[in-house]
């Protein structure tokens, strides 16, 4: 898979040196620069890369208005790159890939592109499952349930870390360490055994960032790591819970059952 990626920053010397870093991985491209916001905007909408590392701090149309500027098409990945941490909360605000502080660590680099990488995956896959439903749709639609049901998930479409702002801080969560999700309207609560975080995001976003064989929804505002159960407690109506590592106990309504006992033994 090749990353076609441009770059945007109003330094020419900045622009230089991370096409210097980025020579590093043989699957990245660059296939243009630009020195300002406004150029960029132009060219993303033009060459529709797959990312694009932008600076923040730029006369005219700063890093920001670059996103809203491509909203309107399908936008690329964003990695944002600058001088001042201050951008921090409000880069996570705008759902980039990854921020990245000046000079850019070799190290730090590598992981915003292993961000991307498990971005552009889990797109791509979407993108080429969905074609394949709408061929199969006209020329054999009573073939498709069967192929829906059979598909098997790729571990490495989905997130290893999320990135969650929570009371003016950002925190890194390894995955494997979420216990339990629970949403409230268009926030979620990250519960990792000992610890709880507020994450904005939809349930529906968060599961396709989330590998469904480790886990599962088990009620309509549920999410369960099934890695974590401990024990299964029957109920009645049908209804369990599942206790967790933590020893935290969820409620698994009825017509979430089924899924659950394909997992949980």
């Given at each position: 898979?090749?990353?076609?990626?441009?770059?945007?920053?109003?330094?020419?010397?900045?622009?230089?040196?991370?096409?210097?870093?980025?020579?590093?991985?043989?699957?990245?491209?660059?296939?243009?620069?630009?020195?300002?916001?406004?150029?960029?905007?132009?060219?993303?909408?033009?060459?529709?890369?797959?990312?694009?590392?932008?600076?923040?701090?730029?006369?005219?149309?700063?890093?920001?208005?670059?996103?809203?500027?491509?909203?309107?098409?399908?936008?690329?990945?964003?990695?944002?790159?600058?001088?001042?941490?201050?951008?921090?909360?409000?880069?996570?605000?705008?759902?980039?890939?990854?921020?990245?502080?000046?000079?850019?660590?070799?190290?730090?680099?590598?992981?915003?592109?292993?961000?991307?990488?498990?971005?552009?995956?889990?797109?791509?896959?979407?993108?080429?499952?969905?074609?394949?439903?709408?061929?199969?749709?006209?020329?054999?639609?009573?073939?498709?349930?069967?192929?829906?049901?059979?598909?098997?998930?790729?571990?490495?479409r989905f997130e290893k870390l999320?990135?969650?702002?929570?009371?003016?801080?950002?925190?890194?969560?390894?995955?494997?360490?979420?216990?339990?999700?629970?949403?409230?309207?268009?926030?979620?609560?990250?519960?990792?055994?000992?610890?709880?975080?507020?994450?904005?995001?939809?349930?529906?976003?968060?599961?396709?960032?989330?590998?469904?064989?480790?886990?599962?929804?088990?009620?309509?505002?549920?999410?369960?790591?099934?890695?974590?159960?401990?024990?299964?407690?029957?109920?009645?109506?049908?209804?369990?819970?599942?206790?967790?590592?933590?020893?935290?106990?969820?409620?698994?309504?009825?017509?979430?059952?089924?899924?659950?006992?394909?997992?949980?033994?």
């Amino acid at each position: 898979m090749t990353i076609r990626t441009i770059l945007v920053d109003d330094e020419k010397l900045a622009i230089q040196g991370l096409q210097l870093r980025l020579q590093a991985f043989p699957d990245v491209k660059v296939i243009d620069t630009c020195s300002n916001g406004r150029e960029a905007i132009r060219k993303i909408k033009t060459e529709k890369p797959d990312l694009v590392f932008c600076d923040i701090q730029m006369p005219g149309f700063d890093g920001f208005s670059v996103v809203k500027g491509v909203m309107e098409i399908d936008p690329p990945l964003f990695v944002f790159v600058t001088a001042y941490s201050e951008h921090a909360i409000k880069a996570f605000e705008a759902n980039a890939v990854d921020y990245l502080l000046k000079p850019v660590e070799e190290d730090r680099l590598a992981d915003a592109l292993d961000r991307a990488r498990t971005r552009l995956s889990e797109k791509r896959s979407r993108e080429e499952a969905d074609k394949l439903k709408n061929v199969l749709a006209e020329v054999a639609p009573d073939a498709l349930p069967e192929i829906e049901d059979e598909g098997e998930p790729v571990a490495g479409r989905f997130e290893k870390l999320i990135n969650i702002k929570d009371r003016g801080k950002i925190f890194r969560v390894d995955v494997d360490t979420i216990e339990r999700i629970e949403a409230a309207g268009d926030y979620m609560c990250i519960y990792t055994g000992d610890n709880s975080l507020i994450l904005r995001e939809t349930m529906k976003d968060l599961e396709r960032r989330l590998d469904p064989r480790v886990f599962q929804r088990v009620h309509r505002s549920k999410i369960v790591n099934l890695d974590q159960v401990r024990q299964v407690k029957p109920h009645t109506n049908g209804e369990c819970f599942l206790v967790l590592e933590s020893g935290a106990e969820v409620k698994v309504s009825r017509s979430y059952r089924d899924v659950v006992a394909r997992f949980v033994h």
